[in-house]
DNA sequence: CCAAAAGTGTTGCCTATACACCCATGT
DNA sequence: ACATGGGTGTATAGGCAACACTTTTGG
């Protein structure tokens, strides 16, 4: 599924069936996997129809399904994927496929409710500990704007002083030495920041039980 | 795969191969998914003439592997499967089967060394954040025994006393109220505890960006 | 009385949140 | 000047590692 932050709010694309069974119901761009298709490859090509694969920033896979009764005509084992579009981008979309909000899903076909609720976990989770904000954030920013996509994907407020701190310190964030023009309302000039690394890469990866600091050289005991 | 602490290390459950390809190579338990039949449900098929399933503390589905050239014979689509053991155990193997230490694993069949790899990876992260633990330890114990079993999965040195503390703070560990015997050579005997729940769970949800104890966005869940 | 093992008290460091204050711009 | 939005300084709180110290046993 392909996730990205428009308007202020999560939303994720769906795809509106016109055949049984769910016909009319919202549903994830998927397909069948051909022989000798790597997952991501099938991924990226049932995507090539509905968005420009590049505009993807980040792709990852999650979970796979397999209840056998989660197609009515028969067995299916699908293994779902997330993909990110940075908020600067505008995919075309084709006629039937549209942008929804997370939040305010409509009844989908299949268990794909349940599987964007994972991704949605998911997603949250390592806006926490990994770097991933650079997949759904524009090449450079102000950290108000950093801030609106974070309220966004996370569901609840973040303030930009502290968001600027953790990231800055973390070396997740850097300064582009360029400004932003203020409003019309006036106000200082925002400072512009870029992502430090533009593939994910984990930052805080120990919450606690983390190896003696002193220990890592000598080796082993 | 299968996983236990063993003697103070990390062991893989391991299935000699008879016939090519990778014959008298070391391989993880597997095979194919049956119609009708759920992924989880499979694997405990394939587990059965391996280990009795009920002894299994915890399961869960990690990534699943798509490359078409993984298995020479052809394209194979596999999802891996990690099992734990508690330590207490002691399952009686078939004679093509074996118990190997996770950081000492021979050459092994297919791409089944880096899913091993990966495996280990997301079990030592779930040690910090969850309470995974319990699928690990015995019914009690004491800190000094569950820090051992830390040490063998973690792959580094955990004092007994912060252990116990970070686990009694977030109420992962409860006391029994009883207490162990000392050994011959004296001291104070060891109160016995247990883990408060024998399911996973989160225990460490946010490392940062915790939401605002007061300011949760309505409807944003 | 001493050694061994378990558990507690205490300290210091680090990280993160909250909030006050200062800075730069438009009107 | 003043309003507006951006950024920094500082206080506070909490979690964790390290280590000293106390407790309880066997010899």
């Known amino acids: 599924m392909v996730m990205q932050v428009r308007a202020g709010r999560l939303h994720v694309m769906l795809w509106r069936r016109a055949n049984e069974p769910f016909a009319g119901a919202w549903a994830l761009p998927g397909g069948p996997l051909l022989p000798d298709e790597t997952l991501g490859a099938s991924v990226a090509r049932q995507l090539a129809s509905k968005v420009e694969v590049q505009q993807l920033s980040h792709l990852e896979q999650l979970e796979t399904r397999s209840d056998p009764d989660r197609d009515p005509r ?4 699908a293994t779902a994927y997330l ?7 505008d995919p075309a979309l084709p006629e039937d496929t549209a942008w929804h909000p997370t939040d305010g899903l409509p009844e989908t076909a299949f268990d794909h409710g349940s599987i964007v609720g994972s991704a ?4 949250r989770a390592k806006l926490s500990y990994t770097n991933v904000g650079f997949a759904l954030a524009p090449p450079t920013f102000s950290i108000a704007e950093l801030r609106d996509i974070y309220v966004a994907a996370l569901g609840y407020e973040v303030t930009a002083t ?5 990231l800055l310190r973390r070396g997740v964030l850097e300064a582009t030495g360029e400004t932003a023009a203020p409003g019309r309302a006036g106000g200082r000039p925002a400072m512009r920041y870029r992502f430090a690394s533009p593939a994910l890469e984990v930052t805080d990866p120990f919450a606690v039980l983390k190896p003696p600091s002193d220990r890592i050289l000598p080796g082993r005991r």
Chains 1, 2 share one sequence.
């Open 120 to 123: 949605l976990g998911r997603l």
């Open 74 to 77: 028969g067995r299916t084992v």
């Open 162 to 166: 502290n968001l600027q701190r953790v």
């Open 83 to 89: 993909g990110l579009v940075p908020s600067h981008l």
